[in-house]
């Protein structure tokens, strides 16, 4: 290796702090390991690769003698080629590995068996955009962890999750899996994840056999794609990323993330996977990352086709000396390091750099102690789909469902209704899941006619039909439909997305209902029965016409394993519906972005009608139909008008703002109490108002209690001109308010650090 590179590297790599992942006696264990190690094992240990099993189809065509997928994969770990393998499972074939890797390979390293659980792993939770919808923090960390507890008992110990993509543009089919377009709640929710997935029962955190590695992705912006369109290039101000988009990592990271994954998508020319800006001088230098950053699937390669490589060869020297520590599917590491680094392209330092992370996560992880820790048969057998996981199932599907209207109090229904339930996803066992799970039987899953039905039992007046397909026309169905709804007292329309126009590459250039669907809503508009919406969806969308006109409407997401249950329950009034929304519903599909906290422009229009030359659409407002924070209950909320305990704020003194929140109906209520902020003068232009905390709490009939929330002055920083944290005196708004457009604002003023002589001028 050319002496210069072998210095550099020494210089960039040995002088790093020493990182407290490892005991000084793990770190010696690594030293020696590294020591005995080949570059071709080095190369091997930063090796992520797809699962196989016995049998696999490609078997078939194999010719005598030639080794089965499942025998190369095996040999693959046997010579330290591999150390990690997603998307496997099962007791049996996970001990069949480990034992390849632990006794029949050179050096004995454990093997990491990891899997994408990202809304549960047997039994299915609702999509995270659903949980994040419930804004209960505590719960969705309960749901990661039950799902590290049945993952963890079919043998493995890296979940790559949670996503924690911020996504405000509703096309990107991605926001499903996130916790929606706002950074505090995003952080919340990441941070609850990460707790869930790598918390494990006896206090060893990650080493507990029932601990799972999380992954925070897709590092970072992804959710910003132009156009929605995923893959996309995002074009993400250094600003516009550390105030919005790096946060939820920040969060997740000191929550005690230990592995992150790097995106497809490129900012500003430069891919994730060869941003050496994002990857080690924010994630490492900045902040101290100690833990693996893995690259998405095959993106090391796909760095040829972003037209920053000449071949695969150079995007592994770009994504290696960028930050990515292991390569996901491609091989590419195990290909090309070794040559690399003889070639002196790469220094070894930066090799075993990686590697010690590597070494490093799998100890923490317990695997040198205990590599079948996590893979017991019997223990599988129990864990596996538990009636307390289904229980919490049914619990975090009720608190995502969101009710946006109810006019003339048609919810909840009464017992005794005739119901015509009508609707593509009315029955059977489809798209109620959500998109991203591997391992799930939809069969487990109640639909909601099986929901309604065990719900009133003998007695249930229902009729089912579903007058349209998903995506086109039902011959006859729109006939049927009008009829079973003109022979009922009330509609239940079970409409929207399939599970396939969310997630992964499903990006939508209309965010609508689809048209058959929407012809469907009209057509039973007009028998003018009362009609109750139950929408199915992975993203915002803008309703029009009959859906967005009717009675009442309810956000149901992809609520999985419970979502009939759970759907009958909030219907017939047994649970009180308390979610509130993540995202921003538009009012129409070509508003998108459509989020809370824009910047008010030079040119603010006023509300009311279209005004030439201010900041609005021809045809509609800036605001949202529904808008972020909105959900209502089947009681009356009332918010009195906050107080302050000082509109003057001194430096080094505390606000206190306090609101008495009222439940004037005669049901009991779980109401989301949001605080939001605004900065009115600032060196930079500030959002019009931003989530600065919440809370949830439950009033019982004629309850009224009192919320204060608290602020200090570095409660009020922003980044500066120079992108560093800043605290600037001036006036500021706040709001105690159940969405982000209601309520009214309290203004107070943050005095000097020092008291400027002679003003005294006060609000
Ligand atoms: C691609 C997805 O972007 C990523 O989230 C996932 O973890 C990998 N595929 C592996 O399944």
Same mark, same amino acid.
């Given at each position: 290796?050319?002496?210069? !590179?072998?210095?550099?590297?020494?210089?960039?790599?040995?002088?790093?702090?020493?990182?407290?992942?490892?005991?000084?006696?793990?770190?010696?264990?690594?030293?020696?390991?590294?020591?005995?190690?080949?570059?071709?094992?080095?190369?091997?240990?930063?090796?992520?690769?797809?699962?196989?099993?016995?049998?696999?189809?490609?078997?078939?065509?194999?010719?005598?003698?030639?080794?089965?997928?499942?025998?190369?994969?095996?040999?693959?770990?046997?010579?330290?080629?591999?150390?990690?393998?997603?998307?496997?499972?099962?007791?049996?074939?996970?001990?069949?590995?480990?034992?390849?890797?632990?006794?029949?390979?050179?050096?004995?390293?454990?093997?990491?068996?990891?899997?994408?659980?990202?809304?549960?792993?047997?039994?299915?939770?609702?999509?995270?955009?659903?949980?994040?919808?419930?804004?209960?923090?505590?719960?969705?960390?309960?749901?990661?962890?039950?799902?590290?507890?049945?993952?963890?008992?079919?043998?493995?110990?890296?979940?790559?999750?949670?996503?924690?993509?911020?996504?405000?543009?509703?096309?990107?089919?991605?926001?499903?899996?996130?916790?929606?377009?706002?950074?505090?709640?995003?952080?919340?929710?990441?941070?609850?994840?990460?707790?869930?997935?790598?918390?494990?029962?006896?206090?060893?955190?990650?080493?507990?056999?029932?601990?799972?590695?999380?992954?925070?992705?897709?590092?970072?912006?992804?959710?910003?794609?132009?156009?929605?369109?995923?893959?996309?290039?995002?074009? !993400?101000?250094?600003?516009?990323?550390?105030?919005?988009?790096?946060?939820?990592?920040?969060?997740? !990271? %000191?929550?005690?993330?230990?592995?992150?994954?790097?995106?497809?998508?490129?900012?500003?020319?430069?891919?994730?996977?060869?941003?050496?800006?994002?990857?080690?001088?924010?994630?490492?230098?900045?902040?101290?990352?100690?833990?693996?950053?893995?690259?998405?699937?095959?993106?090391?390669?796909?760095?040829?086709?972003?037209?920053? *490589?000449?071949?695969?060869?150079?995007?592994?020297?770009?994504?290696?000396?960028?930050?990515?520590?292991?390569?996901?599917?491609?091989?590419?590491?195990?290909?090309?390091?070794?040559?690399?680094?003889?070639?002196?392209?790469?220094?070894?330092?930066?090799?075993?750099?990686?590697?010690?992370?590597?070494?490093?996560?799998?100890?923490?992880?317990?695997?040198?102690? *205990?590599?079948?820790?996590?893979?017991?048969?019997?223990?599988?057998?129990?864990?596996?789909?538990?009636?307390?996981?289904?229980?919490?199932?049914?619990?975090?599907?009720? $608190?995502?469902?969101?009710?946006?209207?109810?006019?003339?109090?048609?919810?909840?229904?009464?017992?005794?209704?005739?119901?015509?339930?009508?609707?593509?996803?009315?029955?059977?066992?489809?798209?109620?899941?959500?998109?991203?799970?591997?391992? %799930?039987?939809?069969?487990?899953?109640?639909?909601?006619?099986?929901?309604?039905?065990?719900?009133?039992?003998?007695?249930? $007046?229902?009729?089912?039909?579903?007058?349209?397909? !998903?995506?086109?026309?039902?011959?006859?169905?729109?006939?049927?439909?009008?009829?079973?709804?003109?022979?009922?007292?009330?509609?239940?329309?079970?409409?929207?997305?399939?599970?396939?126009?969310?997630?992964?590459?499903?990006?939508?250039?209309?965010?609508?209902?689809?048209?058959?669907?929407?012809?469907?809503?009209?057509?039973?508009?007009?028998?003018?029965?009362?009609?109750?919406?139950?929408?199915?969806?992975?993203? *915002?969308?803008?309703?029009?016409?009959?859906?967005?006109?009717?009675?009442?409407?309810?956000?149901?997401?992809?609520?999985?394993?419970?979502?009939?249950?759970?759907?009958?329950?909030?219907?017939?009034?047994?649970?009180?519906?308390?979610?509130?929304?993540?995202?921003?519903?538009?009012?129409?599909?070509?508003?998108?972005?459509?989020?809370?906290?824009?910047?008010?422009?030079?040119?603010?229009?006023?509300?009311?009608?279209?005004?030439?030359?201010?900041?609005?659409? $021809?045809?509609?407002?800036?605001?949202?139909?529904?808008?972020?924070?909105?959900?209502?209950?089947?009681?009356?909320?009332?918010?009195?008008?906050?107080?302050?305990?000082?509109?003057?704020?001194?430096?080094?003194?505390?606000?206190?703002?306090?609101? $008495?929140?009222?439940?004037?109906?005669?049901?009991?209520?779980?109401?989301?109490?949001?605080?939001?902020?605004?900065?009115?003068?600032?060196?930079?232009?500030?959002?019009?108002?931003?989530?600065?905390?919440?809370?949830?709490?439950?009033?019982?009939?004629?309850?009224?209690?009192?919320?204060?929330?608290?602020?200090?002055?570095?409660?009020?920083?922003?980044?500066?001109?120079?992108?560093?944290?800043?605290?600037?005196?001036?006036?500021?708004?706040?709001?105690? *308010?159940?969405?982000?457009?209601?309520?009214?604002?309290?203004?107070?003023?943050?005095?000097?650090?020092?008291?400027?002589?002679?003003? %005294?001028?006060?609000?």
């Amino acid at each position: 290796m050319p002496r210069l !590179i072998r210095a550099l590297g020494c210089l960039l790599f040995a002088s790093l702090p020493a990182l407290a992942l490892a005991t000084p006696a793990e770190e010696a264990r690594i030293d020696k390991l590294i020591g005995k190690m080949t570059l071709q094992e080095k190369a091997g240990q930063l090796t992520l690769v797809a699962a196989v099993y016995d049998d696999e189809p490609s078997d078939r065509e194999r010719k005598p003698g030639e080794p089965t997928a499942m025998e190369r994969q095996l040999n693959e770990i046997r010579d330290g080629k591999i150390s990690a393998v997603f998307n496997g499972i099962g007791a049996d074939w996970a001990r069949k590995l480990q034992r390849a890797a632990v006794k029949e390979s050179r050096l004995g390293i454990p093997l990491l068996i990891s899997v994408d659980a990202i809304h549960g792993f047997r039994t299915i939770f609702p999509v995270p955009l659903a949980e994040a919808a419930s804004w209960d923090v505590e719960l969705a960390e309960r749901v990661a962890r039950a799902t590290a507890v049945e993952a963890t008992a079919a043998g493995v110990a890296w979940n790559l999750a949670p996503n924690v993509d911020i996504a405000r543009d509703a096309r990107w089919g991605r926001g499903v899996e996130g916790a929606g377009e706002d950074v505090l709640l995003a952080q919340r929710m990441a941070a609850a994840r990460v707790r869930g997935i790598q918390k494990g029962e006896g206090g060893k955190h990650l080493a507990e056999p029932d601990a799972l590695l999380a992954t925070p992705k897709h590092f970072v912006g992804y959710g910003a794609a132009e156009g929605g369109l995923d893959y996309n290039p995002a074009d !993400i101000s250094e600003r516009t990323l550390r105030e919005v988009y790096l946060p939820p990592f920040k969060a997740a !990271i %000191d929550a005690g993330a230990l592995a992150l994954m790097a995106g497809f998508h490129e900012i500003g020319g430069v891919p994730m996977m060869a941003n050496h800006h994002l990857l080690t001088e924010v994630l490492r230098d900045e902040w101290g990352y100690e833990g693996i950053v893995v690259s998405d699937y095959a993106a090391d390669h796909e760095l040829v086709e972003h037209g920053v *490589a000449r071949d695969d060869r150079e995007a592994v020297k770009i994504a290696f000396m960028a930050g990515v520590d292991v390569s996901m599917t491609s091989r590419l590491y195990q290909q090309y390091l070794p040559d690399l680094v003889e070639a002196g392209e790469v220094p070894v330092e930066r090799l075993d750099q990686a590697v010690r992370r590597m070494l490093r996560v799998k100890m923490k992880l317990g695997l040198f102690e *205990a590599p079948y820790g996590r893979i017991d048969a019997a223990r599988e057998k129990q864990l596996s789909h538990t009636p307390a996981a289904r229980a919490l199932a049914l619990q975090a599907a009720q $608190r995502s469902i969101v009710l946006l209207k109810n006019d003339h109090d048609l919810l909840p229904l009464a017992r005794d209704a005739r119901v015509a339930l009508i609707g593509p996803l009315a029955g059977g066992p489809d798209h109620l899941n959500g998109p991203w799970t591997v391992f %799930d039987d939809k069969r487990d899953a109640v639909s909601v006619e099986a929901g309604l039905r065990k719900a009133l039992g003998a007695n249930a $007046r229902i009729s089912v039909s579903k007058g349209s397909n !998903i995506d086109s026309p039902l011959p006859g169905g729109l006939e049927a439909a009008v009829s079973a709804a003109q022979n009922a007292d009330v509609v239940v329309l079970a409409i929207g997305e399939s599970e396939a126009m969310t997630g992964e590459a499903q990006s939508r250039t209309e965010v609508v209902i689809p048209p058959a669907q929407q012809a469907l809503a009209e057509a039973i508009a007009a028998t003018g029965r009362p009609t109750v919406v139950l929408l199915r969806t992975g993203r *915002a969308l803008a309703l029009e016409g009959a859906v967005r006109d009717a009675d009442a409407i309810l956000v149901t997401w992809f609520l999985a394993a419970e979502t009939g249950n759970a759907i009958a329950d909030v219907l017939y009034g047994d649970v009180n519906p308390s979610g509130r929304l993540p995202v921003s519903f538009p009012q129409r599909p070509g508003q998108v972005p459509v989020y809370y906290a824009r910047k008010n422009t030079g040119r603010p229009a006023p509300a009311g009608p279209f005004q030439e030359y201010t900041a609005r659409y $021809r045809d509609i407002g800036v605001g949202p139909l529904y808008p972020f924070g909105h959900g209502l209950g089947y009681s009356r909320v009332e918010y009195d008008e906050p107080t302050l305990n000082t509109t003057w704020l001194e430096w080094n003194g505390t606000l206190k703002v306090s609101a $008495r929140v009222r439940n004037t109906g005669s049901r009991s209520v779980t109401e989301t109490v949001q605080f939001y902020l605004r900065d009115r003068v600032a060196s930079v232009t500030r959002p019009l108002r931003e989530l600065k905390d919440f809370r949830r709490i439950t009033l019982a009939p004629g309850e009224s209690r009192e919320l204060s929330f608290t602020l200090r002055h570095d409660d009020l920083a922003f980044l500066g001109d120079d992108l560093k944290p800043v605290v600037e005196p001036g006036d500021f708004d706040v709001w105690i *308010a159940p969405s982000a457009t209601a309520g009214t604002p309290v203004r107070f003023k943050l005095m000097p650090e020092q008291p400027v002589p002679d003003s %005294d001028e006060k609000p």
